[in-house]
């Protein structure tokens, strides 16, 4: 499965779900990254909270792309 990458500029969040299974677990390994995990223990997914403020221009010039479609 190919990753699935969404921002929602409401809450200015990045989600990346990476595989079908869905999360049963979710740790913050560092501050505002949060890992989801399976119920084997395996990553199913992270999200990045306050996306803007930590990826900057790559995540603004995705969104311009993105708008312009």
Do not use: C, Q, W
Request: hydrophobic share 40%; charged share 30%.
């Amino acid at each position: 499965m190919k990753p699935v990458v969404r921002y929602f500029e409401d809450t200015d969040t990045l989600s990346v779900d990476l595989a079908s299974r869905p999360a049963t677990e979710a740790e913050e390994v560092a501050e505002d990254v949060i890992i989801d995990f399976d119920s084997d223990g395996n990553v199913v997914g992270f999200t990045i909270e306050h996306a803007s403020r930590l990826l900057g221009p790559a995540l603004n010039a995705k969104r311009t792309a993105h708008a312009r479609r």
